[in-house]
Nanobody, 123 residues
Framework: QVQLVESGGGLVQPGGSLRLSCAAS????????MGWYRQAPGKQRELVAAISSGGRANYADSVKGRFTISRDDAKNTVYLQMNSLKPEDTAVYVC?????????????????WGQGTQVTVSS
Protein backbone atom coordinates (compact mmCIF):
# COMPACT_ATOMS: atom_id res chain seq x y z
CA GLN A 1 0.00 0.00 0.00
CA VAL A 2 1.17 3.50 -0.87
CA GLN A 3 -0.16 6.77 0.47
CA LEU A 4 0.41 10.28 -0.90
CA VAL A 5 -0.16 13.20 1.45
CA GLU A 6 -0.24 16.77 0.12
CA SER A 7 0.26 19.93 2.15
CA GLY A 8 0.88 23.64 1.66
CA GLY A 9 -2.36 24.81 0.09
CA GLY A 10 -4.24 27.86 1.25
CA LEU A 11 -5.60 31.30 0.42
CA VAL A 12 -3.28 33.90 -1.11
CA GLN A 13 -3.64 37.23 -2.89
CA PRO A 14 -2.85 37.60 -6.59
CA GLY A 15 0.89 37.87 -7.03
CA GLY A 16 1.58 35.82 -3.92
CA SER A 17 3.38 32.49 -3.54
CA LEU A 18 2.73 29.02 -2.14
CA ARG A 19 4.85 25.89 -1.86
CA LEU A 20 3.07 22.55 -2.13
CA SER A 21 4.56 19.31 -0.82
CA CYS A 22 3.59 15.69 -1.49
CA ALA A 23 5.16 12.89 0.54
CA ALA A 24 4.82 9.24 -0.49
CA SER A 25 4.99 6.43 2.05
CA UNK A 26 4.31 2.70 2.25
CA UNK A 27 5.39 -0.22 0.08
CA UNK A 28 7.81 1.54 -2.27
CA UNK A 29 10.84 0.16 -4.05
CA UNK A 30 11.33 3.23 -6.20
CA UNK A 31 9.34 6.10 -7.69
CA UNK A 32 9.54 6.94 -11.37
CA UNK A 33 7.59 10.02 -12.48
CA MET A 34 5.83 12.36 -10.04
CA GLY A 35 3.50 15.20 -10.90
CA TRP A 36 0.86 17.71 -9.93
CA TYR A 37 -2.61 17.96 -11.49
CA ARG A 38 -5.33 20.49 -10.78
CA GLN A 39 -9.08 20.61 -11.23
CA ALA A 40 -11.46 23.53 -10.80
CA PRO A 41 -15.28 23.33 -10.76
CA GLY A 42 -16.64 23.15 -14.29
CA LYS A 43 -13.23 22.52 -15.81
CA GLN A 44 -11.33 19.41 -16.84
CA ARG A 45 -8.40 18.09 -14.85
CA GLU A 46 -5.10 19.27 -16.28
CA LEU A 47 -1.47 18.40 -15.76
CA VAL A 48 0.31 21.32 -14.12
CA ALA A 49 3.84 19.94 -13.87
CA ALA A 50 5.65 16.60 -13.88
CA ILE A 51 9.18 15.45 -13.14
CA SER A 52 10.91 12.22 -14.12
CA SER A 53 13.20 10.08 -11.99
CA GLY A 54 16.08 11.68 -13.88
CA GLY A 55 14.97 15.19 -12.95
CA ARG A 56 13.48 16.23 -16.29
CA ALA A 57 10.52 18.57 -15.81
CA ASN A 58 7.67 19.75 -17.99
CA TYR A 59 4.96 22.33 -17.36
CA ALA A 60 1.62 23.47 -18.64
CA ASP A 61 2.00 26.56 -20.82
CA SER A 62 -0.11 28.58 -18.38
CA VAL A 63 2.39 28.14 -15.52
CA LYS A 64 5.74 28.23 -17.33
CA GLY A 65 8.05 30.78 -15.77
CA ARG A 66 5.96 30.97 -12.58
CA PHE A 67 5.95 27.42 -11.14
CA THR A 68 8.89 25.12 -10.39
CA ILE A 69 8.63 21.39 -9.68
CA SER A 70 11.35 19.53 -7.77
CA ARG A 71 11.81 16.25 -5.91
CA ASP A 72 13.76 14.83 -2.99
CA ASP A 73 14.15 11.09 -3.52
CA ALA A 74 15.58 10.53 -0.04
CA LYS A 75 12.23 11.72 1.34
CA ASN A 76 10.01 10.36 -1.47
CA THR A 77 8.68 13.89 -1.78
CA VAL A 78 7.79 16.17 -4.68
CA TYR A 79 7.36 19.95 -4.37
CA LEU A 80 5.65 22.63 -6.41
CA GLN A 81 6.83 26.19 -5.86
CA MET A 82 4.14 28.55 -7.15
CA ASN A 83 5.01 32.22 -7.65
CA SER A 84 3.11 35.14 -9.18
CA LEU A 85 -0.17 33.38 -8.52
CA LYS A 86 -3.25 34.39 -10.51
CA PRO A 87 -6.97 33.91 -9.77
CA GLU A 88 -7.15 31.37 -12.60
CA ASP A 89 -4.71 29.17 -10.63
CA THR A 90 -7.49 28.50 -8.11
CA ALA A 91 -8.17 24.75 -8.01
CA VAL A 92 -7.71 21.55 -6.05
CA TYR A 93 -4.15 20.39 -6.63
CA VAL A 94 -3.59 16.62 -6.60
CA CYS A 95 -0.30 14.75 -6.42
CA UNK A 96 0.47 11.70 -8.57
CA UNK A 97 3.31 9.18 -8.30
CA UNK A 98 4.34 6.26 -10.51
CA UNK A 99 5.55 3.64 -8.02
CA UNK A 100 7.51 0.42 -8.49
CA UNK A 101 6.57 -1.99 -5.68
CA UNK A 102 9.14 -4.11 -3.81
CA UNK A 103 9.41 -7.87 -4.02
CA UNK A 104 10.17 -10.54 -6.64
CA UNK A 105 7.66 -9.29 -9.21
CA UNK A 106 7.79 -8.66 -12.91
CA UNK A 107 8.76 -5.14 -13.95
CA UNK A 108 5.92 -2.68 -13.73
CA UNK A 109 4.56 0.37 -11.93
CA UNK A 110 1.34 1.52 -10.28
CA UNK A 111 -0.07 5.06 -10.26
CA UNK A 112 -1.16 6.50 -6.91
CA TRP A 113 -3.07 9.70 -6.19
CA GLY A 114 -3.27 11.97 -3.18
CA GLN A 115 -6.42 13.45 -1.66
CA GLY A 116 -5.76 16.95 -2.98
CA THR A 117 -5.11 20.34 -1.42
CA GLN A 118 -7.10 23.51 -2.10
CA VAL A 119 -5.35 26.55 -3.56
CA THR A 120 -7.38 29.76 -3.70
CA VAL A 121 -6.04 32.97 -5.23
CA SER A 122 -8.28 35.94 -4.47
CA SER A 123 -8.25 39.53 -3.26
Amino acid sequence: QVQLVESGGGLVQPGGSLRLSCAASGSIFSIYAMGWYRQAPGKQRELVAAISSGGRANYADSVKGRFTISRDDAKNTVYLQMNSLKPEDTAVYVCNAEVAPPGPTMPGTIDYWGQGTQVTVSS
